[in-house]
């Protein structure tokens, strides 16, 4: 197995549209040849949220690597600051928002369910 070295600075940083922050693909098959995974990051300012979306065959961890923020799971506000993580087993979904004065950094990782 080879090692591969992703300059995550150099991977393009895309705008969303609609106040959901910008996001950067730093692990992809086209990176690095990964086939069951995909890892971003992304980055919310003031007045940003980013919604994971309900995906029907795919896990998702999302981890705060840098800010402060609040997560809303089933109806229901976490605050949450750097070194949390959320788990979204296939079908779930969550939405996070930034809070107080920093961006904030999420790395996001999404692969597929196994089947038994």
């Known amino acids: 197995m080879a090692t591969t070295y992703i300059d995550t600075g150099q991977c393009p940083r895309v705008k969303l549209a609609g106040a959901q922050g910008a996001v950067a ?3 992809n098959r086209d990176l690095c040849g990964a086939k069951n995974v995909v890892g971003m ?6 007045g940003e949220r980013f919604d994971a979306d309900s ?7 999302i981890y705060l690597m840098a800010g402060d923020g609040v997560i809303t799971l089933e109806n229901k506000d976490y605050e ?15 939405g996070i928002r930034q809070a107080g ?3 904030l950094k999420l790395l996001h990782l999404v692969v597929p369910k196994v089947r038994d």
């Open 41 to 46: 990051l992304r980055w919310l300012k003031e």
């Open 55 to 61: 995906l029907k065959d795919r896990h998702q961890l």
């Open 25 to 27: 693909e730093i692990v």
């Open 101 to 103: 004065t920093a961006p």
């Open 80 to 94: 949450v600051s750097k070194g949390a993580g959320l788990y979204l087993k296939p079908r779930e979904t969550a």
